[in-house]
């Protein structure tokens, strides 16, 4: 059984850097095609960052995130992580990690569907100005 833990999340301000984390548990992580995505009170979910697989080796972001925010696979520990900097009150948001595996699509398909048969709970990211 997949689970996926967010965790990391917390109030900042404008500006600051935050990491969050998804501890993943009942699948590879290497054959596994992850991703971020978050969504705001009155706001549709929308996708934030996602990974393929490690065969794959894609990486996608979405437009208002790229350069500020960096996904990445830490096999050692199992987790997948988002590094976020320059956050600004327009990322506030719940974030939560979506996983499928095996998948063969590259990550900007599931970027944009958000097709993950796995999700976790959301961990809650408010930036304050």
């Known amino acids: 059984q997949v689970q996926l833990v967010e965790s990391g999340g917390g109030s900042v301000q404008t500006g600051d850097s935050l990491t969050i984390s998804c501890q993943v548990s009942g699948l590879s992580l290497s054959d596994a095609c992850m991703g971020w995505f978050r969504q705001a009170p009155g706001k549709e979910r929308e996708g934030v960052a996602s990974?393929?697989?490690?065969?794959?080796?894609?990486?996608a972001y979405a437009d208002a995130v790229k350069g500020r925010f960096t996904i990445s696979k830490n096999k050692a520990k199992n987790t997948l992580t988002l590094q976020m900097n320059s956050l600004e009150p327009e990322d506030s948001a719940m974030y939560y990690c979506?996983?499928?595996?095996?998948?063969?699509?590259?990550?900007?398909?599931?970027?944009?569907?958000?097709?993950?048969?796995?999700w976790g709970q959301g961990t809650q990211v408010t930036v304050s100005s």
């Open positions: 979506g996983a499928k595996a095996p998948c063969g699509l590259r990550a900007l398909y599931y970027l944009r569907s958000g097709d993950f048969p796995s």
């Open positions: 990974i393929g697989a490690d065969r794959d080796g894609s990486v």
